[in-house]
Nanobody, 116 residues
Framework: EVQLVESGGGLVQPGGSLRLSCAAS????????MSWVRQAPGKGLEWISA????????RYADSVKGRFTIARDDATNTLYLQLNSLKTEDSAMYYC?????????RGQGTQVTVSS
């Protein structure tokens, strides 16, 4: 059974940083692309970043490019998302997802709130 458990969210001031983690189990993590998506209250799901197996290619949505960094550790089956220069519009529930498009299995999410 695929399990994805996100952590690392919280309340941060504009301009601040957070590091999200996603612990993966139940599948061959090293073999799959992984992604992050987010959903703000009252809005649809937004794909924000993906990394392929082997970390050769990383993709970002324009809304986070230059501020967020995706990474993976295949030794520990963990996906990361470093969030820098956070804006109030980054407030959302963040989910990691199996695959590069964010449409497959997702975890329960971790809440990021950016507010002064």
């Amino acid at each position: 059974e695929v399990q994805l458990v996100e952590s690392g969210g919280g309340l941060v001031q504009p301009g601040g940083s957070l590091r999200l983690s996603c612990a993966a189990s139940g599948f061959s993590f090293i073999s799959f692309a992984m992604s992050w998506v987010r959903q703000a209250p009252g809005k649809g799901l937004e794909w924000i970043s993906a990394v392929d197996s082997g970390s050769r290619n990383k993709r970002y949505a324009d809304s986070v490019k230059g501020r967020f960094t995706i990474a993976r550790d295949d030794a520990t089956n963990t996906l990361y998302l470093q969030l820098n220069s956070l804006k109030t519009e980054d407030s959302a529930m963040y989910y990691c997802a199996l695959g590069g498009e964010g449409t497959a299995a997702r975890g329960q999410g971790t809440q990021v709130t950016v507010s002064s």
